[in-house]
């Protein structure tokens, strides 16, 4: 997957989706370093605070850890 692609993903993603992939990537992911770190910590931030908390505890209750 190219980061452009990683990019579109992100972009695209629930909340959900984006909080299991924080959860559950390897240290060391694509996800997580340089532009796409940056664009996925931006859009996690966005998500979170558009969710609100309550959304934020079910989605995370639903993925475990």
Known sequence: ????????W???ASYEDLL???RFQPIGS???SGPVGE????VMNTRQKEVGN??????SKAIGW
């Open 39 to 42: 664009h996925f910590a931006s």
């Open 20 to 22: 299991y992939t924080h």
């Open 10 to 12: 992100i972009d695209n």
């Open 1 to 8: 997957m190219t980061d452009d692609e990683r990019i579109k």
């Open 30 to 32: 694509p996800y997580f």
């Open 54 to 59: 309550a959304a934020h505890v079910a989605a």
